[in-house]
């Protein structure tokens, strides 16, 4: 009888621990995230599309990856659900972009809690600065102001984005230590693609004229790839490197003007974007309007700019083909 009595009380201890919001509470902060070693995948949360893409590329089958902005999303104009709070709060590493591309991301990490390591991949490269039109990113002059916005859209330049995956190896290799040297290998094996991508880009570059290479664009995203790749740019539609910023009656003129003058041949427009107001100012100006070009997203699963080696290829054959 007494060995039933201390059964039965064990039993209602037991049932009384469970019950208590102490208890629930541990067990969730034990299985929120997987510690590295647990022979659990990190679990990696990448602001964008084109980010994740990248990091799946490093990761395989070693970590689960997801977006934060969905397929075809302004990272310009996302507005974060409480969803995405939870998947930051719960993730391991954290892959953003930094210059300011994600301006929604800070608040959501203080309000998270999240204790998910952070790799900016841009960090160590040299931003250009941008129009000054609008504030989503700015320069500091060394006197505590800002003098000029700089442009985020790094990705564009291919040379940018091996850097980026090295960013993103040494992030999971040091969340990870298990797994770095699968995260050494898959970076070196994708590394080769890019470097084969880059060489696609200047060859396809090299068959339009010199005085051909003029790109008009939404709003600033090609900067880096018109460095890189040998093309100007004429103008732009949005007078900044956001696509929230909007454009005067005056600064439509202008455009339209510049374009005349300069020769340009074509008006292009990202995916995310509405293009209405590039439609006009290609009609206005005379030229072509190219709609469907993938910069600040991937595009939907199965589609030419899926991934963003598919996307890159596509775009620069897109462009081509408009100026040639």
């Avoid at 007078?239 to 005067?248: G, H, R, T, Y």
């Avoid at 009656?249 to 427009?269: E, H, M, N």
Wanted: hydrophobic share 45%.
């Amino acid at each position: 009888m007494p060995r039933m009595m201390k059964i039965f009380a064990l039993a209602i201890v037991w049932l009384m621990l469970i019950g208590m919001p102490g208890a629930c509470a541990a067990a969730s902060e034990s299985t929120a995230t997987a510690p590295a070693g647990s022979g659990k995948p990190l679990q990696v949360v990448a602001t964008t599309s084109i980010l994740a893409d990248l990091t799946k590329n490093v990761a395989g089958d070693a970590a689960t990856v997801t977006s934060l902005l969905p397929i075809g999303s302004d990272p310009h104009s996302f507005e974060p659900s409480p969803r995405d709070s939870q998947r930051v709060a719960n993730a391991d590493v954290l892959i953003e972009n930094g210059i300011g591309l994600e301006t929604w991301l800070e608040p959501m990490i203080q309000n998270s809690g999240t204790r998910a390591s952070r790799v900016v991949v841009s960090e160590g490269l040299t931003p250009r600065a941008g129009d000054t039109h609008a504030g989503e990113a700015t320069l500091a002059n060394g006197k505590g102001q800002h003098d000029h916005e700089l442009d985020p859209h790094m990705w564009t330049n291919v040379h940018h984005v091996i850097a980026y995956v090295a960013r993103i190896r040494d992030g999971l290799a040091a969340a990870d230590p298990a797994n770095a040297a699968l995260y050494q290998a898959n970076a070196a094996r994708y590394t080769t693609q890019l470097q084969e991508l880059d060489a696609f880009i200047v060859q396809q570059a090299a068959a339009i004229p010199a005085e051909r290479r003029k790109l008009v664009t939404n709003h600033e995203t090609f900067g880096y790839f018109a460095d890189r790749y040998g093309f100007e740019i004429v103008g732009t539609v949005l007078p900044s490197v956001s696509a929230e910023a909007q454009p005067s009656a005056q600064d439509i003129a202008r455009l339209v003007d510049s374009l005349k003058q300069a020769g340009a041949t074509a008006v292009f427009t990202e995916a995310t974007a509405n293009p209405a107001l590039a439609d006009q100012i290609a009609r206005d100006a005379g030229v072509k309007g190219v709609r469907t070009l993938y910069t600040d997203s991937l595009g939907a699963p199965g589609s030419a700019g899926d991934t963003y080696i598919k996307m890159m290829r596509y775009d620069i054959e897109q462009i081509v083909q408009a100026l040639k």
